[in-house]
């Protein structure tokens, strides 16, 4: 009914940079918030950034000045630019959104499979 496939994972040296992105399709009507959200292991999976239709990205602590997301609403994608990564940004990065399916009577959210990032030397 809906996919969101993400893509733009891989290893990187620290002090490096990846790009992600994420295209969501299927039946969908409308796309409220999209964002990427990281799990490492061993721990729990915890929000990177989001950003509602027509917003401004929010993010967490750890990565504000160094990520920023961005959506191409005309093409159901978003992304996340990553910069002067670290070896603690290593994780399984998961893209996650809000969407109402034609026909739908709610909001639902929907996740990707996750893309792996590794940062070491």
């Known amino acids: 009914q809906v996919q969101l496939v993400e893509s733009g994972g891989g290893l990187v040296q620290p002090g490096g940079s990846l790009r992600l992105s994420c295209v969501a399709s299927?039946?969908?009507?409308?796309?409220?918030?999209m964002g990427w959200y990281r799990q490492a292991p061993g721990d729990q999976r915890e929000l990177v950034a989001t950003?509602?239709?027509?917003?401004?990205?929010n993010y967490a602590d750890s990565v504000k000045g160094r990520f920023s997301i961005s959506r191409d609403n005309g093409k159901n994608t978003v992304y996340l630019q990553m910069n002067s990564l670290r070896p603690e940004d290593t994780a399984v990065y998961y893209c996650?959104?809000?969407?109402?399916?034609?026909?739908?009577?709610?909001?639902?959210?929907?996740w990707g499979l996750g893309t792996q990032v590794t940062v070491s030397s």
């Open positions: 299927g039946s969908i009507f409308s796309i409220n918030s």
């Open positions: 950003m509602p239709y027509g917003g401004s990205g």
């Open positions: 996650n959104a809000r969407i109402l399916v034609y026909g739908g009577i709610q909001w639902s959210d929907y």
